[in-house]
């Protein structure tokens, strides 16, 4: 029902969004008639001083949140068509969400907390081990499957908190510092295969960083600033070659 069909269609876009939140009685205005288009298979990085808006916009982009004015496209259906059934039916099936803590069943190990989202979606077990043990596999931690969050390392349950993310294979990931809680060396390898994964998935991704370098890396960056967004367009060497 709510699969892209047009290729020519974005399968995130942000139209004529505000947010705006009433404190003490006066309005606080986060941003005002943003518009921001994401295309398929395009990773974008979201950066801006805290404060300026960036979990606002995820949280509206992920249908988590409703804007005060605007809409969000998903795969060219609009959100204020929806239900509040079909809105969550669309986090389930079309987006995947990556957080900066992992959040993971505490009492479950590696491959149940990735195969639960699965089975909720209806998939067979039988179907979400092969789903998940694949996930785990091209994220380098199937030797792990079996141990629960307590006994991996923080690197390896975000790993899984990827891996979970991606389970009922959508084709939008919004991701919210998916590794402000790494220590730097970490922090690189496991963006480095978030990335990489994302890329064989075909996915349309919205990433908040305050990793510049990381930022940088990705197809386009987004900059929050007073409200305001400017996005740069990141010139890599291979493509001046």
Do not use: C
């Not at 298979?41 to 916009?57: A, F, H, N, R, Y």
């Not at 294979?169 to 220590?183: F, H, S, V």
């Not at 075909?202 to 967004?229: C, E, P, Q, Y």
Request: net charge negative; charged share 20%.
């Amino acid at each position: 029902m709510f699969e892209q069909d047009n290729p020519d269609i974005n399968p995130l876009s942000l139209i004529n969004l505000s947010r705006i939140y009433n404190q003490g009685g006066q309005s606080l205005v986060v941003f005002q008639d943003l518009n921001l288009n994401i295309s398929s298979g395009e990773l974008v990085s979201l950066v801006g001083p805290s404060g300026s808006g960036k979990s606002s916009i995820l949280h509206i982009a992920g249908l988590l949140e409703l804007p005060n004015k605007g809409d969000v496209l998903i795969n060219g259906i609009k959100s204020s068509d929806m239900t509040d059934n079909q809105r969550t039916l669309i986090r389930r099936t079309s987006i995947g969400f990556i957080y900066q803590f992992h959040y993971l069943l505490q009492d479950f190990t590696a491959l149940e907390n990735i195969l639960i989202p699965q089975l909720l979606n209806g998939s067979s077990k039988e179907e979400a081990i092969i789903r998940s043990e694949e996930l785990l596999k091209k994220l380098g931690i199937i030797d792990r499957k079996n141990h629960l969050p307590g006994e991996m390392s923080g690197g390896e349950q975000q790993r899984v908190s990827i891996a979970r993310a991606l389970a009922n294979k959508p084709n939008i990931l919004i991701a919210d510092e998916p590794t402000g809680n790494l220590d730097p060396s970490t922090a690189e390898i496991v963006f480095n295969e978030f990335i990489s994964l994302a890329k064989e998935e075909g996915l349309s991704a919205i990433i908040a960083t305050h990793n510049m370098a990381l930022a940088d890396s990705l197809d386009r960056k987004i900059v929050l600033n007073n409200g305001s967004i400017y996005w740069f367009f990141i010139v890599k060497p291979s493509m001046l070659e």
